[in-house]
């Protein structure tokens, strides 16, 4: 990996100084970077950025609950390989047929670095990360059928993302280096906007960015609306060419926003805001 490369952000993802320091710290120090952050902060979408910014190819595992640790390292086929056997296919007399790449076996053999993202990493059994940890650590992995040791030509910038679902393992913490994406200020949220939507109207944006803020801030909601929730819900505003005033109602008393199915994910939250609107008004 060239000793030069940095991250400086891009023009289509909002970067915080503190985020670029973390990118450039994994990448100094090689090793890992551990993005946690609430769900919709673009912890996903860094990695497709750093990608694109250091123009470097991007290999994607997205971990889900079944997934094993030895899936991300290679699996081999044996069904296949005894079907074969059984239709005399000549495929059989060599076992190299029936071995599939993961992912890091990908990333390790590429002939130039690459951004390897393992995507939730704590949606998987809680030995998953624990079971990356000589792999990672060493950049190499032995493959017992074919009795081979595969080596990393390039040591990839490994970036893992967490929502925070399982507690991970301490040793596997000890081998990342930790940023955690805190939820973007509103000013910081007005510029993420700016970079999606740059012709919003000023108004527009101030009243939702004050309605969103306020939905986030009632006390006892299940599920906070997200960054990416909150730019799905501006698309719809413009879409159906809702005026800033729809946003608040004439006396400052909170309302339930126009389309609100977009910030609201359940009924529980939806029953919610409309009660503390109906005695926001019966308080008058």
Known sequence: MQAQARFEGTDSYVATDDLKLAVNAALTLARPLLIKGEPGTGKTMLAEEVAAALN???????????????????????????????LGDERVRDIHNYIVKGVLWQAFTSPEPVVLLIDEIDKADIEFPND??????????????????????????????????KELPDAFLRRCFFHYIKFPDRETMADIVQVHFPRLKQDLLAAALQSFYEVREVPGIKKKPSTSEFLDWLKLLMAEDIPAEALRSKDAKTVVPPLHGALLKNEQDVHLFERLVYMSRTNR
């Open 56 to 86: 470097m190819p991007l290999l994607q595992w997205h971990v889900k609950s079944t997934t094993k640790a030895q899936q991300g390292l290679y699996e081999y086929d044996a069904v296949s390989r005894l079907r074969d056997s059984q």
């Open 132 to 165: 990356l940890l000589r792999e990672l650590d060493r950049m190499e992995f032995y493959v017992y059928e074919t009795r081979e040791m595969v080596v990393a030509k390039h040591r990839p910038l490994v970036i893992i993302t967490s929502n925070n679902e």
